[in-house]
C-alpha cells in the first residue's frame, strides 16, 4: 500500500512538473507565433516585389506614403532578428525560422536592390534616416542568418542603402543614435565608418542623462517610452559594435554605465505592467503598441535583469501584454496588416509622423524570443511580476532608485 501511494505521489509529481514545464513552452509558441502573425504581409509581399503594390499606408500626416514601406521593414526585421538568429534546427520552431530567414533574405534584397520594383527609400526625407537605422540594428542582431548568407552584390547593396542616408542631418534628440547605428553597422560588415555621428551620439546622451535609468530626448526630459523604443537598446548596441571592433578603455567604461542604467530602466518597467498587462498610456507613438517594453525584452535577452526580477516574472508580464493587445479586435484588417491603436483601431492616436509602416515596432517587444526555448526564462512555472504581487496583498522587493 505505501509503495503505492509513494507511486501514485511520483506520478502525480511528474505530471505536475510537465505542466509547469509546459506552461512556458505554450507561452513560447503564442508569442512566436504572433511575431509571424505581425511579419507574413510584410516580408511575403516584400520578398515578391509587391510591398508597395499590396500595404495599405494610412496616417493622419501628409506624405508618409515615401517611409512607410522601410518602416515597416526596418522595424520589422530590428525585432524578429534575435529570435532568426537562432537558426533553424530539426524542431517546429526551427523549421518556421528555416522559413523567415529564408523569407527575410529574400525581402532584405529586394530592399536595397535599385532595380526591383521594392527598391526602399534610404535617403529622401529625413524619415529614411530612422529606419534605415532599424535595418541596420536588425543586421547587427543577426549577423549570421541574415548578413552571412547575402551574395556579394547585395551585401555591397546594404552599405551602399546604409551610406546613402548620410545625407541626412539628424536633430539633436534620440536621433543622434540613428546616424550612429547605421555607422556601426558599416563598421561591422566591413564599410568605411564616419566616426563622428558615433562619438557626438556617446558623449551628446551622456550629457543627456537625468538620473534613475532614464536619459532626456535631447536636453529634456519628455514622459515618454522612447529610453524603450530607441535610446537604450541603440545605445547599447552601438557601444557592443564598437567594443567589438573598435575595442578601447574608454568604450568599455561608458558601456559598462549605460548597461547598469538600461538594466534600471528594465526594472523600472517591469513595475509599469499592472496585473491586468495593461501599462501607463503617457507620451507620443503609443501606437507602436508592446514595442514599449522593448528595454525590458531586451535585458532579458541579454541576461542583464535586475536581480530582483526573475526571468518568470518578465515572460509571464510580457505574455499577458502582447496577448491582450493582439487578440483586440482591429488590430489587424482583414489582409492582416496593422492598424493605428493601442487596443485595436483607434485611429486618433496615430501622430501625424505615425503611418501603417510605423507600427511595426511593436516587434520590438519580442526580441527575448532570442532566448532558445531550452532558457531557463521558457521554464519553470509562470511568477507574478511586481505590480501583480503587490495588488494580490504578496510580498515584493522595495523599489531603490539608481544610486
Known sequence: MLFCSLLFYSVCSVKAQNRIQEEGQKERAYLVAALCKIADPVLTNLAQNTLHKNMPVESNGK??????HLEAFGRLLAGMAPWLELGPDATAEGKLRA???????????????????DFLNFHKGAQALVDAAFMAQGLIRAPKQLWEPLPAQTKKQVIDALKSSRVIKPGQNNWLLFSAMVEAAI????????KEPVTVAIQKHLEWYKGDGTYGDGPHYHWDYYNSFVIHPMFLEVLETMKEKTPSSYIDSVYQLELKRARRYAA?????????GT??????????????????????????????????QVRAALYTVVKRQME????????????TGIMGKQSILGEGYISTGSLYLCAEGLVFLG???????????????TAKKIWKGMEAPIDHAED
Open 63 to 68: 506624405d508618409r506614403a515615401q517611409f512607410s
Open 371 to 385: 532566448l532558445p526555448p531550452s532558457d531557463p526564462l521558457w521554464n519553470g512555472k509562470d511568477e507574478d511580476w
Open 279 to 312: 501599462y501607463p498610456v503617457t507620451g507620443r507613438s503609443l501606437a507602436y503598441r508592446f514595442g514599449a517594453f522593448q528595454a525590458l525584452s531586451l535585458m532579458a535577452l541579454k541576461k542583464e535583469l535586475d536581480a530582483s526580477v526573475a526571468p518568470q
Open 268 to 276: 523600472v518597467q517591469e513595475r509599469m505592467i499592472s496585473p491586468e
Open 99 to 117: 522559413k523567415y530567414i529564408l523569407l527575410a533574405g529574400k525581402a532584405l534584397a529586394n530592399a536595397v536592390n535599385p532595380a526591383a520594383a
Open 328 to 339: 483586440a479586435p482591429g488590430t489587424f484588417d482583414p489582409n492582416g496588416w496593422l492598424q
Open 187 to 194: 563598421l561591422k560588415f566591413g564599410g568605411d565608418q564616419k
